[in-house]
């Protein structure tokens, strides 16, 4: 099964539903935090506890093409 961002589920027309208990609750993510996963959408990115992409929050010279060009093969 392919994993998306929420991002890349909205364009793609996809269920927004999240596992968020696959994630820990340590409280607020700090401005570099997050999970490391692979999105099918947009490549390597880090996710915070709902799924959001938060890599161009965190670094904003970083492109993120969230679903634009289709999963990744």
Known sequence: MADFC????VELGLNQEHDSSDYPDYGPLAASQGWAVICEGCGYILI?????CVVQEHDPGIEVKHGK?????
């Open 48 to 52: 915070d506890r709902e799924g959001n």
């Open 6 to 9: 929420n991002q890349c589920k």
């Open 69 to 73: 060009s289709g999963p990744k093969t």
